[in-house]
Each structure stands twice: as C-alpha cells, then as structure tokens.
C-alpha cells in the first residue's frame, strides 16, 4: 500500500476525476514586484483525458505544470488547490511529493537533451527509476526497461541501451524520455512543448506516439503547446491561456470549429494550414501580450482584439455558454468562424 494513500492502481479508471485544479494562481516575487504568472486558474481532467493548454509564450503555461508539480522556483509561490485523487498536491510534504512525481505523474519537457544525463549510459539511466522506485531486481528491471524501448518504437534496443544520450537524435532521445516516464506507468504525464525542439517530421513521429501510448495504457496527458496545429488529434479538451488566466476552455471540436474568444480565433488563423505546401498563408497575431508587471485595466487581449468595445476597460468574467464551454469575453458568444 502507498503511503500517503493511492491504494491501487485500478483508482485509474476511465471517467474518473484525476485533476482538480481551482483558483490556482502563481506569484513571484522580483527586484520590480509582484508577477502574476498564473491568475485564478480553474480547470479539470478526467482519467484517460488528454487536456492540452495552449497559448503564446509567457502565457503562464510552463508554471502552471511546475506549480503542480511543486517545482516553482524559489521566488515562486502558490494559492489555490490542484488536487490529483482528491489530495491536493499543493499541500503535500516533500517526501509525498516526490513519490507522485515518480509513480503518479510524470513530466517530459522541450529540451530532451537537458533532461537526459550526458555521463550515463540509457540503460543506467532508466534502470535506475525502476530499481529506486520500484525496488525491482536489475534483471527484472532491465526487461522491462527493454520492453518499454520496443513500445517507444527504439530499433535493437539490446544494443541501443548501452550507448549515451549523445548517440541518440533529438527524436529519439525524446522517446526514451517518454519510454522513462511511462516506466512507472502514470496516471498523468504532462508533456510541456514535447515537440517543439524538433523538425516537421519528427514532431508528426512523436504525436503519433503519444496518441499510441494514450490508447495503449490509458494514460492522461495534459499537453502543454504554444502551437494548436499540435492539438489537433491527441487533445480531448482545450484550455486557451492569455496573460495567465483562462481565456477560453473547450472540447477540441469546439475550439477548432466554433472558437469564441477573439485570441482563439487569432491563434487558429496562426497555424499553418495541413493542406498547404510551401509558402503558407499564416497570420500571426499581431502586438504583444502585456507586461505581467502593469497588466492593464480590464480585459488583458484589449490592446490588441480586433473587436474591443467600451465594456472592455472592465474584466469580462469567466462564464459557461454551452456545455463544457468556458469563455471570459464580453461578447455574447457566437462563433467566430
Ligand atoms: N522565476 C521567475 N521569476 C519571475 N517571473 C517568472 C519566473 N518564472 C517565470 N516567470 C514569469 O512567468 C511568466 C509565464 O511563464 P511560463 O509559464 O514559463 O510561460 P509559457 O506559457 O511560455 O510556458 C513569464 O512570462 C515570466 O514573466
Ligand atoms: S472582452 Fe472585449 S477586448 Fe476582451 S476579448 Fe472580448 S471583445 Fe476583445
Ligand atoms: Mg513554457
């Protein structure tokens, strides 16, 4: 039995409540003041759900998944709840912690390259997690270490295994990163841009994975993209971030065929087209997102939303207007497509 009280593994039932994250906000503290990174964040996912959060760089993102995962940095701190199975994480000891974080939930990144230890070889690497977490023999744990490389699609992993991450393309040291999550297979694994350091075809390669790996050991996966053309296909549920705070939040079909806030709809007509080769018709939005340092009065997307009026200069709520559907916006809700 676990400690601090997820019993089994069979709490990993489809349709369940997984993640319940209310009112979470992340503050730092800096030389200039407050920064708001993440502003009254609310959202939830459900077992076997694939959440993708989407928004420009800076939108508050990343530290939403580290504020999970309790790994703010040190001039960070939290408010509000994210509770995983009903026990909020944000409350947790360090030694609670670390057991979610290496048999619940599971964490890949950008940057596999930075993520892997250059010193040691694959296999050191990933026996490790099993023999510490697990406390599975060396000959157990290598099997399956072996098998999960297979599943990950790595040719002769006997071989493979024994080389060092700088023997591995991005590509693949991506999917032994992947493979590494998934060796304790978590509940949830939060992806933060897992395609974005690499080329057209490698990205396809590595969705085409996770979707895979989501049906195969229905795992969640709460998809963190500054690019929609990622969601399409893997995502359930959409959370549109702008300047911290939810500005949109709905089932994929929803976002992509009926958006209804204004930043959704510029942030769809910014993808590159699946249809169009070469020099592509891609509209990036134009300005800036604002200084989290002086966030204007009333609705952050003002200064550049095409369609701001005068009840703009106040904070438009978040309300629901259809079911599942989540929007902060003041206009009254037709699609803008
Ligand atoms: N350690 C820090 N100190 C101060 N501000 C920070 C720190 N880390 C992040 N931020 C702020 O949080 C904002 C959101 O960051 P992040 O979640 O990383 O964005 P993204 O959506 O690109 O992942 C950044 O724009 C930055 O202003
Ligand atoms: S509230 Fe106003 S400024 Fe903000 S997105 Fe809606 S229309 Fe644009
Ligand atoms: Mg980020």
């Given amino acids: 039995m676990r400690k ?27 030389r200039d003041g407050e920064v708001k990174a993440v502003n009254k964040l609310d959202f939830s ?17 990343s530290q939403t998944a580290l504020a999970i995962m309790k790994l703010l940095a040190a001039n960070g701190k939290t408010r509000g709840a994210a509770r995983f ?38 296999e050191e690497q990933m026996l490790e997690v099993l023999m510490r977490h697990r406390k599975m023999s060396r000959k157990d744990a290598r099997l399956r270490v072996l098998e999960m490389l297979t599943q990950v699609d790595i040719p002769d992993p006997e071989r493979r295994i024994r080389q060092y991450p700088h023997e591995y393309s991005g590509g693949m040291q991506q999917r032994v990163l ?5 060796l304790c ?12 350091a ?11 994975l996770m979707r895979e ?28 971030m702008y300047a911290g705070q939810l500005v949109e939040s709905a089932p994929v079909d929803e976002i992509f065929y009926r958006p209804r806030h204004p930043y959704t709809a510029a942030l769809l007509k910014a993808v590159p087209r699946l249809d169009q080769v070469g020099d592509y018709d891609m509209h990036p939005i134009p300005g800036n997102p604002p200084n989290l340092l002086k966030l204007p009065k009333g609705c952050a997307f003002r200064n550049r939303c095409e369609m701001a009026f005068d009840a703009c200069a106040q904070m438009p709520e978040v309300r629901e207007v259809a079911p599942g559907h989540k929007l902060r916006c003041f206009l009254d809700g037709g699609a803008l497509k």
Wanted: aromatic share 6%; charged share 20%; no cysteine.
């Fill in 4 to 30: 601090f009280g997820y019993k089994t593994r069979s709490m990993a039932v489809k349709g369940k409540k997984l993640l319940e994250v209310e009112q979470l906000e992340v503050v730092f503290n800096t």
């Fill in 45 to 61: 996912m459900q077992s076997g759900e694939t959440l993708a959060i989407v928004g420009e760089s800076g939108s508050g993102k």
């Fill in 85 to 122: 199975y009903g026990r909020n994480l944000l409350e947790m000891t360090a030694t609670e912690i670390n057991e979610v974080r290496g048999e619940h939930i599971a964490m890949i990144f950008q940057d596999p390259t930075s993520s892997l230890n250059p010193y040691m070889t694959i």
């Fill in 178 to 182: 992947i493979a590494m999550g998934l």
């Fill in 185 to 196: 297979q978590p509940e949830l694994l939060i992806a933060d841009e897992p395609t974005t």
């Fill in 198 to 208: 690499l080329d057209v075809t490698v990205q396809d390669q590595i969705k085409r």
């Fill in 213 to 240: 790996l989501k049906e195969k050991f229905n795992t969640s996966i709460l998809l963190i993209t500054h690019d929609l053309g990622v969601v399409a296909g893997l995502a359930d549920k959409v959370l549109v």
